[in-house]
């Protein structure tokens, strides 16, 4: 759908728009509702911290989003709006231009009759005749909460929007130009059409939280997909003329060879993307059809989690704890590509930074970094690499090393020796749960009793998708689900009402928002430590750990069903049950 360019009108109105006058008004009615007194308001304003009055009361927690949405509404006699069962009209949406909405914080929601439903955190009169003359009719205003109208209008406002108007651009340049010109226009000239929908598709992944990005040939279009929180999904159809331009012009961001088409090519981004530093690993293989290209995002303005927020269970979490605060032994955190394993050594390290203890990683890549903490960037063309960089982080005088992933014999056997001579050691290893983390370190060919001495503990976890709280209905699981759950939960769980999200706005209706740790503790003692050095059977040490307390990947998902916070079919997803 095309929008109609801005007016003047439309331009004066979000030039007039401040502020100020919000806090004004939005101050007037607080106080003539008698929901807060002037020195409360006084105090606010006080904070030097930045933001509106609205953010500074909410933030402060004089008040909350909701009830200054419920105080508005009462003052100035509007209705509020939910959207968590209300879905923006597209043709209410296309009336407004992206730069007046956020401008005036407003969303058109619905058409009725002669004027247009909008919501706005703002309901005054005022504010109604700003947008009246913006979108050239009347506005009949409902209020929002601040937190629900952002992320609303990001929703509606996608940065991919007018991709279609740069490929239509791009196809008439093409005519005209051929491929090596299209090379150049996209290494020098940032408003060819090329830069522009790389830009887009790079924005909107960011805004949608996806972790990658995959640009993939497929005939004569070229498919454009998000992975959103753990699943992939279409975004973009695009002409495959394209495709070799959006190649090219990631590789010249990526600082990779352009020339080169058939080998296999990693490089590296760093960007900033609405005031947000970004870095992005990128990988480009040649597929039948032309080359596809992976992106994954690192959104380094996002604050590292604490153990506490990766949601392990409280007794797993204090166990966890007192096994990294180890003086010295090796603590391993295996899972698959993606599972989040990184995330948690970082949480880990969060809890071990003191002024006391000489941390350093060495990493590949450093993803986020630590202003206290000594990390190596690995570098294999200047002979950086996992086990040449451990042996010098040993003549370091060490406390803690973190080694971001042992991928070799020789980085796994300094790892093991480093552990051994009373160093705290934190890894990430691919397995596929606890116990074969273990087997894996001995088909690298390190001996069963150097092993059993120096691991301390084997977390194995894995990411599943949250059920949306914006949706939540009860449903009855299907038999499938019921015969998970009685396997691995609750033996004589009956037909009950479980809880789901059945799709919203916030959701995209796909009932699942955010991302929430499934995890597996071994922690290896004397009695496991026999089975290692014996090299027993991986049945008989799995039966061993379960007896000892240990709760496996499938029970500990199994509570999160019960508890509503996912669903048995996500979990049968995401974590491989067969023959467990």
């Known amino acids: 759908m095309k ?3 801005r007016s003047r009108d439309e331009q004066s109105a979000s030039a007039s728009v401040g502020p100020d006058a919000y806090d004004e008004r939005l101050a007037e009615a607080l106080v003539a509702s008698r929901r807060l007194e002037p020195h409360q308001v006084d105090a606010a304003r006080s904070i030097d911290a930045g933001g509106s009055l609205a953010e500074q009361l909410i933030g402060s927690g004089v008040m909350t989003d909701e009830d200054l949405a419920h105080t508005l509404a009462a003052h100035y006699g509007v209705d509020e709006v939910d959207f968590r069962h209300t879905d923006p009209d597209a043709a209410a949406v296309a009336l407004l ?25 703002d309901p005054s009169p005022e504010r109604r005749a700003e947008l009246a003359s913006a979108l050239g009719r009347s506005a009949r205003l409902v209020v929002a909460t601040h937190a629900d109208l952002e992320r609303a209008l990001a929703s509606e406002y996608k940065a991919t929007r007018e991709v279609e108007g740069q490929i239509q651009a791009f196809e008439a340049r093409d005519s005209l130009r051929r491929e090596a010109d299209q090379l150049e226009t996209a290494q020098v000239n940032e408003d060819a059409p090329v830069v522009q929908v790389v830009q887009m598709i790079i924005t909107q992944g960011l805004r949608d939280r996806a972790s990658d990005i995959h640009i993939e040939p497929s005939g004569d279009r070229v498919r454009v997909r998000y992975r959103i929180d753990g699943a992939l999904a279409d975004v973009l159809d695009l002409p495959g003329s394209i ?18 088409r058939r080998r296999a090519q990693d490089g590296q981004i760093s960007m900033v993307v609405e005031g947000r530093d970004v870095d992005i690993r990128v990988a480009s293989t040649a597929v039948v059809g032309g080359e596809k290209v992976v992106m994954r995002l690192l959104d380094k303005s996002r604050s590292l989690f604490r153990l506490e927020q990766l949601g392990m269970p409280s007794d797993t979490a204090d166990r966890y704890s007192q096994l990294i605060h180890a003086p010295y032994g090796m603590v391993i955190c295996a899972g698959p590509t993606g599972g989040g394993k990184t995330t948690t050594l970082y949480a880990s390290l969060g809890e071990l930074n003191t002024p006391e203890r000489n941390i350093m990683t060495i990493e590949d890549p450093v993803e986020y970094t630590f202003d206290s903490i000594n990390q190596i960037q690995i570098n294999e063309p200047a002979g950086v690499t996992f ?44 397995a596929t749960e606890a116990v074969s983390a273990l087997y ?10 150097l092993i059993a001495s120096s691991v301390t503990a084997v977390v194995a976890q894995r990411l599943v998708r949250r059920s949306c709280t914006s949706c939540l209905e009860p449903y009855s699981p299907s038999p499938e689900e019921l015969a998970f759950l009685r396997r691995f939960g609750d033996p004589e769980v009956e037909v009950e009402q479980f809880l789901r999200g059945v799709g919203c706005h916030f959701c995209s209706h796909t009932g699942f928002l955010e991302r929430i740790g499934v995890y597996e503790l071994l922690a290896v003692t004397d009695q496991v430590r026999e089975l290692i050095v014996d090299r027993a059977p991986h049945d008989e040490m799995r039966k061993l750990a379960s007896s000892q307390g240990m709760r496996t990947l499938q029970e500990q998902a199994a509570r999160l069903v019960r508890d ?17």
């Not at 495709?243 to 080169?260: D, H, Q, W």
């Open 97 to 121: 231009p992206q730069e007046a909405a956020h401008a005036l914080r407003a969303l058109p929601i619905a058409i009725e009759d002669e004027h247009v439903v909008v919501a706005v955190v």
């Open 3 to 5: 929008l109609r360019s």
């Open 440 to 449: 894996r370190l001995l088909d690298m060919g390190i001996e069963s009793f």
């Open 564 to 580: 509503g916070t996912t669903t048995a079919a996500e979990v049968m997803r995401s974590i491989y049950i067969a023959g467990v």
């Open 243 to 260: 495709g070799p331009a959006i190649v090219s012009r990631v590789k010249i961001l990526s600082g990779m060879n352009i020339v080169e």
């Open 387 to 430: 086990s040449g960089g451990l042996r010098s982080i040993l003549r370091q005088d060490p406390d803690v090393i973190l080694v971001g992933e042992i991928r070799d014999v020789d980085t796994a056997r300094i790892a093991v020796q480093s552990a051994l001579t009373g160093h705290l050691v934190l890894s990430s290893l691919h």
